[in-house]
């Protein structure tokens, strides 16, 4: 999937320039900025088990997190705090909360 990222909330976070057979160089997305644009999408089931599955360095729990609560002013925000309640738990709690009081502060 091609995604433009002049028009993603992430910008060019998490995109390297690589070697793409048959396409030459192209950016590519490493797999924080892949699951984060699965969220952005709503394509949860595609993400489901990224925690897990996909990311499962703890060093990567809070750019996830940084770049998730960016999304918190969309309509979908609902849907996207479920999501990542389910798979991050309470430390999605806890970051969400300590960083939305600093946000609407």
């Known amino acids: 999937m091609l995604l433009d ?6 910008g060019m976070y998490d995109i390297s320039y690589c070697e793409v057979p048959t396409k030459g160089v ?3 997305a490493g797999h924080v900025r892949a ?3 699965l969220i952005e999408q709503g394509l949860y089931g595609s993400a489901q088990g990224m925690k897990d599955n996909f990311l499962d ?3 990567t729990d809070v750019p996830v997190m940084e770049h998730v609560l960016m999304l918190h002013n969309r309509s979908d925000w609902k849907d996207i705090d479920r ?3 389910r798979e991050y738990l309470c430390p999605w709690l806890d970051y969400k909360a300590k ?3 600093k946000e609407t502060a």
């Open 99 to 101: 960083h939305l009081k």
């Open 26 to 28: 192209m950016p590519v």
């Open 83 to 85: 999501f990542m309640g």
């Open 57 to 59: 360095n703890p060093l």
């Open 5 to 10: 990222t002049d028009s993603s909330p992430f």
């Open 35 to 37: 699951c984060l644009d």
